[in-house]
């Protein structure tokens, strides 16, 4: 199967590491959160801007992010 285009309103998955202060459960090292992707910025490396979704009241502006697998990268969410 062909891997999904980034596109404006898609959903992934943001591994994040270190502090993060926002009002909600705590944030430890390794956690994964859902994010919205408000803008691609290079097709050929996948570089976006995220609206990471925080456990809590509030969210994480991420912004010019890789597709990768390490701390601040994105994903895309596997099958289920």
């Excluded at 980034?6 to 992934?12: K, M, W």
């Excluded at 944030?27 to 859902?34: A, L, N, R, S």
């Excluded at 691609?40 to 456990?55: C, F």
């Amino acid at each position: 199967m062909a891997q999904p285009t980034p596109a404006i309103g898609r959903i992934v998955h943001y591994g994040r590491t270190g502090f993060v202060g926002h009002v909600g459960n705590r944030v430890e090292p390794g956690d994964t959160f859902p994010a919205v992707i408000v803008r691609v910025w290079d097709e050929s490396t996948v570089t976006v801007n995220l609206q990471v979704l925080m456990d809590g009241a509030d969210t994480l502006w991420a912004t010019s992010r890789a597709e990768g697998v390490e701390a601040g990268t994105w994903a895309w969410p596997g099958r289920v």
